[in-house]
């Protein structure tokens, strides 16, 4: 699922909640140790997401946020904010010259730079997040 949520909507508020889980509350994001990534360069994207990076030479970042069911990922062009939903029995994870995130058929790829290293304990805690997640729904 894919939302434009540069203004407050709560009917897609409720849809992402629905879809994904609700927030964590400020307790358990402090004992999971972050909830949050840093920032990193978007190197390339799928067809899907094209409209969505800066046409101009400007650098595209983005972020991810861990939610109980699954991930968002958070991309701004200009004013305006997006985000990318992926539960995570649909996430695959490649880690090779690029960081890439697949689902559906649609990929996000970063550039394997400072940036990326620095979320390496994130990504980690995001692996191990999607596993149990997975093994859960299996039980």
Not at 14 to 19: Q, W
Not at 51 to 58: A, G, I, Q
Not at 97 to 123: M, P, V
Request: glycine fraction near 6%; hydrophobic fraction near 40%.
């Amino acid at each position: 699922m894919f939302y434009d949520i540069t203004y407050r909507n709560d009917k897609i508020t409720k849809e992402i909640n629905d879809f994904i889980g609700s927030p964590y509350n400020f307790i358990k994001a402090i004992q999971m140790g972050g909830i949050g990534s840093h920032r990193m360069m978007v190197d390339e994207v799928s067809a899907h997401f094209k409209n969505v990076l800066n046409t101009v030479s400007d650098i595209n970042y983005g972020s991810i946020e861990m939610r109980p069911n699954g991930i968002i990922f958070h991309i701004t062009k200009g004013l305006q904010r997006f985000v990318w939903l992926i539960p995570y029995y649909k996430l695959v994870v490649f880690k090779s010259t690029t960081l890439s995130f697949h689902a559906d058929g649609k990929f996000i790829k970063f550039k394997n730079n400072q940036f990326t290293r620095k979320n390496s304990a994130f990504i980690s805690k995001l692996i191990d997040l999607k596993s149990k997640n997975t093994l859960d729904a299996c039980n």
